[in-house]
């Protein structure tokens, strides 16, 4: 039997896979279980092993704005998170030129840590003329390891009571910047898309929250809201959505202000480029509402 190459789209994936991928990714099955599940799913000569592997990213080449792009300047930088696990880092860009102060954009990254892909979504808020900022949670088990598996094992063993203040800490800090007018923002994905639906409950100064494919906070906590919020879901996500119909009650309850998009056949994930997963169109759209959001609620 012919060797099949590997699919590209998630259009080219049964949707079992793509569930099983799901489950896989936020702990509720391991890697055994998930080869031993879609192996019924690997044709064409095609192994499970394979499928999973054509699954996991590939941050080289979705990469869109490089480290040393011209038009922006990186760092690394600390904070400290007092309630939180005390001296934390996190990743910075800004433009390389600055007139005027900017607006700052917090960036929560998915239940695997400072990934590259998040670097990258930070990266592309400075060529759009923002100071982004993603803190790292793991960095009080020692930083990113360079493997997504590694990583979400790692990721498990987090306190996550501490986890959110360590966040809190660094939409705290990074408002404070040299550079910034003091309007903050926050967008997250996944993990962190439900952790910008927690920071808008627990920052009043918070200015605008677009959470991708995250899960609703405390419910009572919603009225606290006082951010314009642009909540990106993606369709086939039942885990995610069904946290949704109650969220908007509260939302709706609350008088809060929101926008609220499920973008037609799209899968979890559909923002990041690194996986099949991704939906250009989708994830297109949704940038462009998430940097339209920012521009008339930050700048």
């Known amino acids: 039997m012919a060797y099949q190459k590997p699919p590209k789209t998630a259009a080219d994936y049964h949707p079992e896979v793509l569930g099983l991928f799901d489950k896989f990714v936020h702990g509720d099955i391991d890697r055994r279980a998930f080869l031993e599940r879609a192996g019924r799913y690997a044709i064409g000569g095609m192994t499970a092993l394979a499928l999973l592997e054509s699954l996991t990213p590939d941050f080289a080449r979705a990469e869109q704005v490089p480290p040393a792009d011209p038009r922006i300047r990186t760092a690394r930088l600390d904070f400290e998170s007092p309630q939180g696990s005390g001296r934390m880092q996190g990743y910075c860009a800004r433009p390389a030129k600055i007139s005027g102060k900017l607006p700052v954009v917090l960036v929560v990254h998915e239940n695997r840590g400072l990934n590259p892909h998040i670097e990258d979504i930070v990266r592309r808020l400075a060529v759009s003329n923002f100071i982004g900022f993603a803190p790292d949670a793991l960095f009080p088990l020692g930083g990113y390891p360079g493997d997504e598996d590694k990583a979400r094992e790692m990721f498990g063993k987090l306190d996550q009571v501490k986890t959110q203040q360590d966040f809190i800490a660094a939409a705290k800090f990074i408002e404070r910047d040299h550079d910034g007018n003091g309007k903050l923002g926050v967008t997250g994905f996944c993990y962190g898309g439900g952790v910008a639906n927690l920071l808008a409950t627990q920052l009043p100064e918070l200015k605008a929250a677009a959470p991708f494919y995250g899960v609703a906070p405390p419910l009572e906590a919603v009225p606290a809201i006082k951010a314009a ?16 119909p109650p969220y908007e009650q509260a939302l709706k309850k609350a008088g809060v202000r929101y926008q609220m998009y499920r973008y037609p056949g799209t899968q979890h994930g559909f923002n990041n480029d690194t996986t099949p997963r991704y939906d250009e ?19």
């Open 281 to 299: 169109a989708a994830a297109k759209l949704a940038w462009g509402r998430t940097l339209e959001l920012f521009e008339k609620n930050l700048r």
């Open 229 to 244: 919020l642009l909540l990106n879901y993606a369709d086939n996500d039942d885990r995610v959505n069904s946290t949704w």
